[in-house]
T-cell receptor, first 114, second 111 residues
Framework: EPEVTQTPSHQVTQMGQEVILRCVPI?????FYWYRQILGQKVEFLVS????????KSEIFDDQFSVERPDGSNFTLKIRSTKLEDSAMYFC????????????FGDGTRLSIL | EDQVTQSPEALRLQEGESSSLNCSYT??????LFWYRQDPGKGPEFLFT???AGEEKEKERLKATLTKKESFLHITAPKPEDSATYLC????????????FGTGTRLLVSP
């Protein structure tokens, strides 16, 4: 069964550095998403991406964050000037078009900011 | 404000002891209610989508139902491998893409 894959599984970074989290969505999906989950808290929406542009974003997704689809298979989340509070699990998801298409999630990247 | 609330926070069952998990929502103009299973250190795994009050869906020992204000996930004769956190989520009124998640129910099934 096709699945969303994310790399790396764990990323440790010094505060103030930039990180890039990578995702390969399911191949025939057209919508891509990033969510995050701080330890012990809810899964929170960050951004959705369709047709090579951001279609929706949350108040969390400020100028520190950016997303890109650099080629036909990868989808990335860049976090600039990382802060301690950016430590979380970051999940990528993808879905097909239409109301019957659920979002399918990868297993996440655990980001630890020191 | 669109909200999704789950109860109980945690549930401990003996193998074979059936029970139900609750998800209540205050999303206006509901466009679907999603159930996911999340194992420790993993991403949410899709289980069900429900769209209309009265709709039911089943998968093995799980059955999801939907009313106008809440959804239930019924677990019949659970096994230890059903132990996980069960999440429900609903799309926000602004569109179909931004899912609002509940905090989940942590289910532990003992042999």
């Amino acid at each position: 069964e096709p699945e969303v894959t994310q790399t790396p599984s764990h990323q440790v970074t010094q505060m103030g550095q930039e990180v890039i989290l990578r995702c390969v969505p399911i191949s025939n999906h057209l919508y891509f998403y990033w969510y995050r989950q701080i330890l012990g808290q809810k899964v929170e929406f960050l951004v959705s991406f369709y047709n090579n542009e951001i279609s929706e974003k949350s108040e969390i997704f400020d100028d520190q964050f950016s997303v890109e689809r650099p080629d036909g298979s990868n989808f990335t989340l860049k976090i600039r000037s990382t802060k301690l509070e950016d430590s979380a699990m970051y999940f990528c998801a993808s879905s097909g078009t239409g109301r019957d298409q659920p979002q399918h999630f990868g297993d996440g990247t655990r980001l630890s900011i020191l | 404000e669109d909200q999704v609330t789950q109860s109980p926070e945690a549930l401990r069952l003996q193998e074979g002891e059936s029970s139900s998990l609750n998800c209540s929502y205050t999303v206006s103009g509901l466009r679907g209610l999603f159930w996911y299973r999340q194992d420790p250190g993993k991403g949410p795994e899709f289980l069900f989508t429900l769209y209309s009050a009265g709709e039911e869906k089943e998968k093995e020992r799980l059955k999801a139902t939907l009313t106008k204000k809440e959804s239930f996930l019924h677990i019949t004769a659970p096994k230890p491998e059903d132990s996980a956190t069960y999440l429900c989520a609903a799309p926000m009124n602004t569109g179909f893409q931004k899912l609002v998640f509940g905090t989940g129910t942590r289910l532990l099934v003992s042999p």
